[in-house]
């Protein structure tokens, strides 16, 4: 049995010899393994290395990806808080979110959206502000007057109009600085917003003002919170009202009398203006907002909040954080949504503030005048602001801003986010103005809404057409005169720039 096996043995390893000695057996042999086809030896052996070979490189690719990226982000990190400690200017620029770099990167896109609300860097203690103990002194308008009599009366309406009869050329004079200078500034003698003698007595005290204003009952009154002692004495909180909304603050709510004679809702103390100047209330509206500084004229510093809002931070640590802290004499929150006030203008349309084509008269004349589109070239961050909030001291330069920006909400449309930017391009880099992030805006305050939605017919007109004839009665009386009176340019030939809808929400 032995013997057979070695017997056998020894064949095949004399047949595998013969085999090896010729080579063309060998190629036979390679041959034969190679059609052994998946799975030959050769080929299922070298597969598995290459599939060891690329999950090993695999898992180390993705550990130096991943401590790569960690890197990266570690760096960038550093730099970040380097950049806002630099005293390099270009690199602090990065995170000064009121600089010129950082409103560059926002409009190109490469800074992320802000929050709705975001944090105020406020002082913490009211009692600790410091008062600046003079007022800023004024070195380009020195002396402002203002008109109280027109060289002639209006030709298109039969009262005397509380912004006067503003001519073109008048208008156009009214731009070009100097140190004494003399505007039109509302309050004509015969045209309304008359205050009481005894209104007039108690405003001569007022050095500090927080103030509102309620018209045709359009909203409720709402107090301020967390205002410290220090504030509730040094600031008076003025509400001003015409004598619809005073009757239905009177039916509403709780309206008490001091030994004075003075009105007051809470800490409210309540100013009546006798006779409307207009017979539209949102243009009513603005007469307390825009020309606070004729109201109360001993007034240094004043807070503008629109009566939807409830006030939620101290009025001292908001002058110090946006006038005080950077030097400003006039902070205004930007435009949630906008810059360009021709973006503003095609929102108003469609979301029906005012009579369309009014509207688009209003920014042809400014385009004739030679109003650009916003863009990063301009000196400020936006030409639209959020108007519901105006905090400013009453300096010359200041007082004859607000009479420039009200007489262009008297000659045209009520829109006053629409001429603000306006009137700041025409003064050309004299006018300085802080225009702070709407997420800092936001929490400034609690949003109430309105009593009521207020809608005057005018602002439903497509087309002039709608505003002859008949349509004639849905002309306001008292205002937006120049919208009628011919303007001393061609405007036919005006083309509007187009609009890009950066917004649905705008």
């Given at each position: 049995?032995?013997s057979?096996f070695q017997?056998?043995?020894?064949v095949?390893l004399?047949r595998?010899g ?9 190629k036979?042999?390679?041959?034969e393994e190679?059609?052994g086809?998946?799975f030959?030896a ?10 060891t070979?690329?999950?090993?490189g695999?898992?180390?690719?993705l550990?130096v ?5 960690m890197l990266?982000i570690?760096l960038?990190?550093?730099?970040h808080?380097?950049s806002c400690?630099s005293s390099l200017?270009f690199f602090?620029a990065?995170?000064?979110?009121e600089?010129?770099?950082y409103?560059?990167l ?10 709705h609300?975001c944090?105020?860097p406020?002082?913490y203690d009211?009692d ?11 070195s380009?308008?020195?002396?402002l007057?203002y ?6 009366p209006?030709s298109?309406s039969?009262f005397p ?5 503003i001519?073109?050329?008048q208008?156009?004079?009214s731009?070009l600085?100097?140190?004494?200078m ?16 005894l209104?007039k007595?108690y405003v001569?005290?007022c050095k500090?003002v927080?103030a509102t204003?309620?018209f ?6 709402h107090?301020p919170?967390?205002i410290s002692?220090r504030s509730?004495?040094l600031?008076?909180?003025?509400m001003?009202v015409d004598?619809?909304?005073?009757d239905?603050?009177?039916?509403n709510t709780?309206v008490?009398q ?6 007051w809702v ?7 203006l006798k ?8 243009r009513?509206g ?6 606070t500084?004729r ?18 931070l101290?009025p ?5 954080r946006y006038l005080?802290?950077g ?7 930007q435009?949630k949504?906008h810059?360009n006030?021709?973006?503003e203008?095609?929102a ?12 688009d008269?209003q920014m042809k004349?400014?385009r004739?005048?030679g109003?650009e589109?916003?863009s990063?070239?301009?000196?400020t ?10 905090i400013r001291e ?5 007082n004859l801003?607000?009479?420039?920006w009200?007489n262009?909400?008297?000659?045209l449309?009520?829109?006053?986010q629409l001429?603000f930017?306006y009137?700041?391009?025409?003064l ?5 103005v802080f225009m702070f992030?709407?997420?800092e805006y936001?929490s ?6 309105h009593?009521?939605?207020h809608?005057?017919?005018i602002?439903w007109?497509k087309?002039?057409?709608e ?10 009386s ?8 011919p303007y001393?340019?061609?405007l ?5 720039p ?5 917004s649905k929400a705008g």
């Amino acid at each position: 049995m032995m013997s057979d096996f070695q017997r056998s043995l020894s064949v095949r390893l004399s047949r595998r010899g013969e085999r090896s000695s010729h080579p063309s057996n060998n190629k036979v042999t390679v041959r034969e393994e190679e059609e052994g086809g998946l799975f030959s030896a050769s080929r299922i052996h070298s597969e598995y290395a290459i599939k060891t070979i690329w999950k090993a490189g695999f898992v180390r690719l993705l550990l130096v990806g991943g401590i790569l990226w960690m890197l990266l982000i570690l760096l960038a990190l550093l730099f970040h808080v380097w950049s806002c400690q630099s005293s390099l200017s270009f690199f602090s620029a990065i995170c000064n979110k009121e600089g010129r770099l950082y409103v560059v990167l926002d409009s190109i896109g490469f800074v992320p959206k802000p929050q709705h609300r975001c944090p105020i860097p406020v002082a913490y203690d009211p009692d600790k502000v410091l008062l600046p103990s003079s007022i800023t002194p004024d070195s380009i308008v020195t002396n402002l007057t203002y008109i109280t009599e027109d060289d002639q009366p209006s030709s298109n309406s039969h009262f005397p109009l509380f912004g006067g009869n503003i001519t073109w050329s008048q208008r156009q004079q009214s731009f070009l600085l100097k140190p004494d200078m003399k505007v039109h500034c509302g309050f004509m003698p015969g045209g309304g917003a008359e205050m009481s003698s005894l209104d007039k007595q108690y405003v001569k005290k007022c050095k500090f003002v927080v103030a509102t204003g309620i018209f045709d009952a359009y909203d409720q009154p709402h107090q301020p919170s967390n205002i410290s002692e220090r504030s509730k004495n040094l600031f008076c909180f003025l509400m001003v009202v015409d004598e619809v909304s005073l009757d239905f603050l009177r039916s509403n709510t709780t309206v008490r009398q001091d030994a004075h004679g003075g009105q007051w809702v809470g800490i409210w103390r309540l100013i009546l203006l006798k006779t409307p100047p207009y017979d539209e209330p949102r243009r009513n509206g603005k007469v307390p907002k825009i020309l606070t500084h004729r109201l109360f004229p001993q007034a240094r510093y004043s807070i503008w909040i629109d009566a939807k809002m409830e006030l939620i931070l101290d009025p001292l640590l908001i002058l110090e954080r946006y006038l005080w802290r950077g030097k400003h004499t006039f902070a205004i929150a930007q435009h949630k949504h906008h810059r360009n006030i021709y973006e503003e203008a095609d929102a108003c349309k469609r979301r029906k503030r005012y009579a369309r084509p009014l509207v688009d008269l209003q920014m042809k004349i400014y385009r004739y005048e030679g109003l650009e589109p916003w863009s990063i070239k301009k000196s400020t961050v936006s030409d639209v602001p959020e108007g519901a909030v105006i905090i400013r001291e009453h300096t010359a330069m200041n007082n004859l801003f607000s009479c420039l920006w009200f007489n262009e909400v008297h000659l045209l449309t009520p829109r006053d986010q629409l001429s603000f930017g306006y009137v700041v391009d025409r003064l050309k880099g004299a006018f300085k103005v802080f225009m702070f992030q709407n997420c800092e805006y936001n929490s400034l305050f609690e949003l109430h809404p309105h009593i009521r939605e207020h809608s005057s017919k005018i602002e439903w007109v497509k087309s002039l057409k709608e505003l002859k004839g008949k349509g004639e009665s849905l002309k306001e009386s008292r205002g937006g005169f120049g919208l009628w009176t011919p303007y001393p340019g061609d405007l036919d030939s005006v083309e509007l720039p187009k609009v890009v809808r950066t917004s649905k929400a705008g």
